[in-house]
């Protein structure tokens, strides 16, 4: 927390040593609260500093600078040359910028690890320090995340309105304003007092009837400059609000101040900013504008039928091989290997693989054990060094293996806890505890877990309501130690069976709503839930009908893309399935489009079905069945969709 700031700020990824956009931000040394760095990066390779800290004296001081981007063997470098302070105009109606005086007080420079952590080094006022400084907030669709969004972090149109605004008439003060990916707005205030001498405001606001309102802002007195800084010594004072009303170009600054020296008034504002990232205003990009997306056909072995059902980090595939009537087993594990782009097909083995981990060095599958004159199930892990090997822990008479976490290390399913139970119980299992049931309640019991996150303390999937005796598709969470929860939106109205989540389960999807209800307007529609609160549906596809289902399938381990599958009735009537792809800023997206618009690949599907994608999202493995226009034979087809980012 900076100055009484909460500012939530999401993990981002930045290549290291790089400076880039995203690293316009507010940014703190986590030793030194109650000061800090505004740096905006602008276009040709510039970057704009305030530092917003004290003077020897415990009064407060702001430090300006304009840098230079440069490219060094350790990575990017910011370096300000000079940096500034400035004085002499007085607040208020005797505001004269013919007052301003500049005096330059030394050098400074910023490099960063990564978009979470860098340095700040300076030498000024007799002084020299090196800090480690960290973000503390993140700018809408400035970068320092995926070129598609932040699932959650809708971007606005007003994005762009980050930057520095001030008022030619009062030229020397400004305020520097950064819409944050949570859609608060970070102001600071860089003015005068009644003396001429330096003084600054930060403050977090909200959009409220076309106006930013900040209904505290803060400024502080009584630390130190330099070696001599104490945070203990920081004073916050409730200074006043103010509300901005603004455009692209222009705008309006309006304040009330507390304190009599300040009183109220208004200034009109022009741009004198505009960060690299985003544009203003900020236009939604379609998905071909961020990644070159290339198409890849994987081959079938001859008379060979291959259902294809994930998909590693190195484009290595899982599939289901259908086998010979006679060998009394209904499938066999096959494997596509793309470094030397051939399939292998494990004959002497009874397992079924169901998903294959982001390294491809782990497959969870099941298999079956006689019992009497029929069988039951149990899960089983492949390991390149130990192939199948039944897991340990294992208590239930029955149990199918639904789910399994990003990282491998914990599988959820259902199965009969005992042989003569009726429905089957829902579980989790991972190395250390083995086999145990996961919670019900009195409105829920049994279920259908699909997804589980790498600590195993949120489960995802569907239950029975038990008030019915039907399965009526309710999304539900279990978590550790506490009683199922069924999902709903923020109206209240119950969610429907959820698909898939990310690494930590902080991203869960699914479809549609409980039970059926197709006079819900959106009933048919896939959505993200997030434990925090947000919620939304992912939209429709302009040409489909009201009723066309959209079911996710997977999403990226940080839960930013998001793929699934949508039925239509083709023009027969008949209704098929075809794939779609989501993130936060292009909105939904079907795959045949894609394939139309770009002339990659075919749209030679009876069925299109998306089954997986890599860790990252790079590839995208589809599924289905492909019709020769000379046959009336229907054949299973793979292919995988490569999506390359843009430079």
């Not at 959009?207 to 104490?230: K, L, M, N, T, Y």
């Not at 959820?498 to 048919?524: M, Q």
Request: charged share 20%; glycine share 10%.
């Amino acid at each position: 927390m900076l100055l009484g700031l909460a500012i939530c700020v999401p993990p981002a990824n930045a290549a290291p040593g790089v400076v880039e956009s995203g690293h316009s931000a507010m940014w703190f040394d986590p030793t030194r609260s109650g000061e800090g760095w505004v740096l905006e990066v602008l276009s040709d390779n510039h970057a704009l500093l305030y530092w917003f800290t004290y003077d020897e004296h415990g009064k407060q001081r702001w430090v300006q600078g304009v840098g230079n981007i440069v490219a060094t063997d350790d990575g990017d470098v910011i370096e300000f040359g000079e940096i500034y302070i400035t004085r002499g105009p007085k607040f208020g109606p005797e505001y004269d910028a013919d007052d301003l005086q500049i005096e330059v007080v030394g050098e400074a420079s910023m490099s960063f690890q990564d978009c979470e952590w860098g340095e700040f080094s300076y030498s000024a006022f007799g002084q020299a320090q090196t800090l480690a400084i960290r973000r503390l907030s993140q700018t809408m669709a400035a970068g320092c995340a995926p070129l598609h969004g932040v699932t959650g972090q809708p971007v606005r149109d007003y994005a762009g309105q980050s930057g520095s605004w001030f008022d030619p008439v009062f030229d020397g003060q400004g305020f520097s304003l950064h819409w944050l990916s949570r859609d608060d707005a970070l102001v600071t205030w860089y003015g005068y007092d009644e003396h001429g001498d330096q003084y600054w405001l930060v403050g977090v606001g909200r959009f409220e009837d076309d106006r930013i309102v900040f209904p505290v802002v803060h400024s502080a007195q009584g630390a130190r400059f330099g070696e001599d800084f104490d945070p203990d010594d920081v004073e916050l004072i409730d200074w006043g609000s103010i509300e901005m009303s603004l455009g692209c170009e222009l705008g309006t600054a309006s304040f009330d101040s507390h304190l009599e020296a300040f009183g109220s008034g208004t200034f009109e504002l022009n741009r004198l900013t505009l960060l690299k990232r985003p544009a203003c205003p900020w236009v939604a990009p379609k998905l071909t504008d961020l990644y070159d997306v290339s198409w890849t056909e994987i081959p079938s072995p001859d008379n060979e039928v291959l259902f294809a059902s994930s998909i590693a980090d190195d484009g290595t595939i899982l599939a289901r091989r259908r086998s010979d009537t006679l060998s009394g087993l209904p499938y066999y594990t096959a494997f596509w290997h793309p470094q030397r782009s051939q399939w292998q097909i494990d004959l002497d083995n009874q397992e079924v693989g169901h998903f294959i981990s982001a390294q491809a060095d782990k497959v969870l599958g099941s298999a079956p054990v006689p019992w009497g004159i029929r069988s039951r199930w149990v899960p089983s892990l492949w390991t390149e060094n130990q192939s199948w090997q039944k897991l340990d822990g294992v208590t239930f008479h029955n149990s199918y293996p639904l789910g399994v976490s990003k990282d491998f290390s914990k599988i959820v399913g259902n199965g009969d806890q005992f042989a003569s139970d009726n429905f089957r119980t829902t579980w989790i299992w991972d190395e250390t505890n083995g086999q145990r049931p996961l919670p019900s309640s009195e409105e829920v019991r049994g279920g259908t877990p699909v997804a589980v996150s790498n600590d195993g303390s949120i489960v995802a999937g569907d239950a029975w309501e038990v008030s019915t005796g039907h399965d009526n598709g309710l999304g539900v969470i279990w978590k550790v130690g506490a009683e199922p929860e069924i999902l709903t939106d923020q109206a209240g109205e119950r969610l429907g069976r959820a698909n898939a989540c990310n690494h930590d389960c902080s991203v869960i999807v699914g479809s549609g709503l409980g039970g059926f209800a197709p006079w819900h307007e959106r009933f048919s529609e896939a959505w993200y839930w997030m434990p925090t609160g947000e919620f939304a549906f992912l939209g429709r596809l302009d040409y489909e009908f009201n009723t066309s289902r959209y079911r996710p399938a997977a999403t990226t381990d940080d839960g930013n893309l998001i793929v699934g599958s949508y039925a239509f009735v083709d023009p027969r009537f008949v209704q098929r399935q075809r794939a779609f792809i989501w993130t936060q800023n292009t909105g939904i997206v079907s795959v045949s489009s894609l394939i139309d618009q770009l002339g990659v690949g075919d749209l030679e599907w009876k069925n299109m079905w998306a089954m997986g994608l890599s860790s990252n999202g790079d590839k995208i493995l589809l599924s289905g069945e492909h019709s020769d226009s000379h046959s009336s034979d229907i054949q299973r087809r793979i292919v995988v969709l490569s999506l390359t980012e843009k430079l």
